[in-house]
């Protein structure tokens, strides 16, 4: 059993080889292209906690992928996109050329870029342990460009992997013309390394750190992250240092300090624990240090996986005496 962390995602799915002609990005002529489909249907049941109506407790969701790749002049052309809840609409998109030791350039529509894909690396058998609660469950998570919306940049320098992001303006997903979403401009970076490329075995860690302008004669936004993972037999343990400066007097600044372990016990299954603090810097009033832990279980059968998430949180999102906890069961099957 895999244990995860933020950003990783099921990756058994079958390949469905299909041959397609897809034209060229230039408009000269057609070229063959190699399409894969994958896909996963997940259903929930979820309790929240007795001061709220929890109605309907049963969900579903159907993931679909569709990746389409070929040769264009000369690179590797690309095109990713996944559609959610039965074709409800177009959930994330991305086009990218590969240009070998130059590494690989894209437009992301939500897919993941930049610092946002190491804005909780904590070991975990399932989801995060801030998942499905209250508020606005981004406190303490890093991310100045978004995934949406954004150019991404991503090469490996001597093990070394570098995840760049920028965006022009506000993080609107577009289609054709200028967004008119609200926003300014914004760039971050994530770096990664295996520590078995580095001369230490089991370890993996990471630096990311990003600017967003917050308006006007105000500044910027700053955030950074730090992360670290070590894996030893059946064991992997993590911790997560995260800083959010917030420009402006008014400005409320994040530390957000996070650890988790997590247990393979064996080859199907896998539980964890995490706990995490958010300690909210209110210019004028007391900080406020909301408290989270939760743990999870996952167990895979091939492509099917019974998964459960029991998440509690205190002085939830800046506010005093805003407790929430929530209990998710999920079952997915990947195709």
């Known amino acids: 059993m895999k244990i995860i962390t933020k950003g990783e995602t099921m990756n058994n799915f079958k390949k469905v080889g299909l041959t397609a002609l897809a034209g060229s990005l230039a408009a000269i002529s057609a070229n063959a292209a190699e399409m894969t489909v994958s896909g996963a249907t997940l259903l929930t049941y979820t309790s929240e906690d007795t001061s709220e109506t929890t109605g309907n407790p049963y969900g579903m969701k159907t993931n679909l992928a569709f990746t389409a790749s070929g040769e264009v002049n000369g690179y590797t052309v690309s095109y990713y996109q996944a559609s959610q809840d039965q074709f409800a609409g177009m959930s994330s998109a991305r086009l990218s050329i590969d240009m070998g030791d130059m590494g690989t350039v894209a437009f992301d529509q939500g897919s993941g870029s930049g610092l946002a894909t190491i804005d909780d690396k904590t070991p975990t058998a399932a989801e995060e342990i801030w998942d499905g609660l209250d508020g606005t469950t981004t406190g303490g998570l890093v991310g100045a460009a978004g995934n949406s919306g954004v150019w991404n940049y991503k090469t490996t320098v001597a093990g070394v992997a570098f995840n760049g992001a920028a965006r022009k303006g506000s993080g609107t997903s577009n289609a054709d013309g200028a967004s008119s979403g609200a926003g300014q401009s914004a760039w971050d970076f994530a770096l990664t390394a295996d520590g078995d490329k580095l001369g230490v075995d089991g370890l993996a860690m990471g630096f990311g750190y990003g600017e967003a302008e917050a308006g006007s004669n105000i500044g910027d936004n700053e955030h950074m992250t730090v992360f670290a993972n070590y894996s030893t037999g059946p064991v992997t343990f993590g911790i997560q240092m995260s800083e959010i400066d ?47 832990e939760g743990v999870a279980i996952a167990y895979t059968m091939g492509s099917i996986k019974i998964a459960g998430n029991i998440n509690e949180v205190q002085d939830n999102d800046n506010t005093l005496n805003s407790d929430d906890s929530m209990t998710e069961i999920a079952l997915s099957f990947a195709f």
Not at 275 to 280: C, G, K, L, P, W
């Open 246 to 292: 917030n420009a402006g007097t008014a400005g409320i600044d994040e530390d957000a300090d996070a650890w988790g372990i997590a247990f393979n016990v064996n080859d199907n299954l896998s539980v964890s624990y995490g706990q995490r603090d958010v300690e909210y810097k209110n210019p004028t009033s007391t900080n406020v240090t909301e408290e989270g």
